[in-house]
């Protein structure tokens, strides 16, 4: 895959290593001022941009099966889900698989095709 992740959720998007590994990233929403050291940032760049941005980081989790990451993202956005009903939670769950299938289908996956492909001989 690019070098970028590939967004499958909201909060999650997979990256493979090219070899034999996709990994799970986790989107993160960062305020630079709660660093501990935003004070003497600001005081040698005024003009430091404070605004909150998103960052993408790797967790630990790594699979040889695109299948099995997937799927990974299924169980760690159903174990955030809050609801209260097994109605919400059917919904949720639903919600999760289109959202799956809309990244899967608007991805171009010809690039990676080709390199396994290249790979196999």
């Given at each position: 895959?690019?070098?970028?992740?590939?967004?499958?959720?909201?909060?999650?998007?997979?990256?493979s290593d090219?070899?034999?590994?996709?990994?799970?990233?986790?989107?993160?929403?960062?305020?630079?001022?709660?660093?501990?050291?935003?004070?003497?940032?600001?005081?040698?760049?005024?003009?430091?941009?404070?605004?909150?941005?998103?960052?993408w980081v790797?967790?630990?989790?790594?699979?040889?099966?695109?299948?099995?990451?997937?799927?990974?993202?299924?169980?760690?956005?159903?174990?955030?889900?809050?609801?209260?009903?097994?109605?919400?939670?059917?919904?949720?769950?639903?919600?999760?698989?289109?959202?799956?299938?809309?990244s899967l289908?608007?991805?171009?996956?010809?690039?990676?095709?080709?390199?396994?492909?290249?790979?196999?001989?």
């Amino acid at each position: 895959m690019k070098t970028k992740p590939l967004p499958i959720t909201h909060n999650y998007a997979i990256k493979s290593d090219g070899i034999r590994n996709f990994q799970l990233y986790e989107r993160r929403l960062v305020d630079p001022t709660k660093s501990p050291k935003w004070a003497e940032k600001v005081a040698e760049n005024p003009a430091l941009d404070s605004a909150p941005y998103e960052k993408w980081v790797e967790i630990e989790s790594y699979h040889g099966r695109l299948e099995s990451a997937l799927h990974a993202i299924v169980v760690r956005e159903t174990l955030q889900f809050d609801g209260d009903t097994v109605a919400e939670l059917k919904a949720h769950l639903d919600g999760i698989h289109e959202l799956i299938a809309e990244s899967l289908k608007s991805h171009d996956f010809s690039e990676e095709i080709a390199r396994f492909k290249e790979s196999e001989g």
